[in-house]
């Protein structure tokens, strides 16, 4: 079966400072998606990021960026210079292929970070 | 950008009550989910559907049930609401038919307190 665990269940900075939200995952699959959401207080689920398994490349958009290491079954999440508006919940998530196509999506627990000025 | 719009925003009422959630979306995306959410923010996937007529429990078991009569439509109901019931609701939907496992898109999530 497929598991996500967020070990860190919040995590404090101050603005300015890099922070990195760590995300493990299970799977006895080859092939499978990893994602990553943000829900800031408004509450709605914000996609952040889609990572295929065959797909080891670490990617960047603007302040962040995304390490995945399938040796350690890591997906990790780099916030650089964080802002006070970075504040929110981040989920990551994994869905396995299956017969019919893939797996619906299995979220960790999120992490949950404050930023303050 | 993404067009899913849930309502109500927030329901406060009283138990026993009869609650709809509504949930649409314009995409055209044949999949849909409910999901629970605690205070401890954990998301529990109660309802999902492949498409019209199908529906799935999810893993989290919900008194709640759901219907798929129409593609952009996704209601989910609680015949007797229950304190219990308390808690956040987001839908989602996501395509099917393209390769891979799709992000799926959330509304804005229905606040529910039930007295």
Partial sequence: ?117 | EADIYQTPRYLVIGTGKKITLECSQTMGHDKMYWYQQDPGMELHLIHYSYGVNSTEKGDLSSESTVSRIRTEHFPLTLESARPSHTSQYLCASSRHKDRGARPQHFGDGTRLSIL
Avoid: H
């Fill in chain 1, 1 to 117: 079966a497929q598991k996500v665990t967020q070990a860190q269940t919040e995590i404090s900075v101050v603005e300015k400072e890099d922070v990195t939200l760590d995300c493990v995952y299970e799977t006895r699959d080859t092939t499978y998606y990893l994602f990553w959401y943000k829900q800031p207080p408004s509450g709605e689920l914000v996609f952040l990021i889609r990572r295929n398994s065959f797909d080891e490349q670490n990617e960047i958009s603007g302040r962040y960026s995304w390490n995945f290491q399938k040796s350690t079954s890591s997906f990790n999440f780099t916030i650089t210079a964080s802002q006070v508006v970075d504040s929110a919940v981040y989920f990551c998530a994994l869905s396995e292929a299956i017969v019919s196509g893939y797996s619906t999506l299995t979220f960790g627990k999120g992490t949950m970070l404050l930023v303050s000025p």
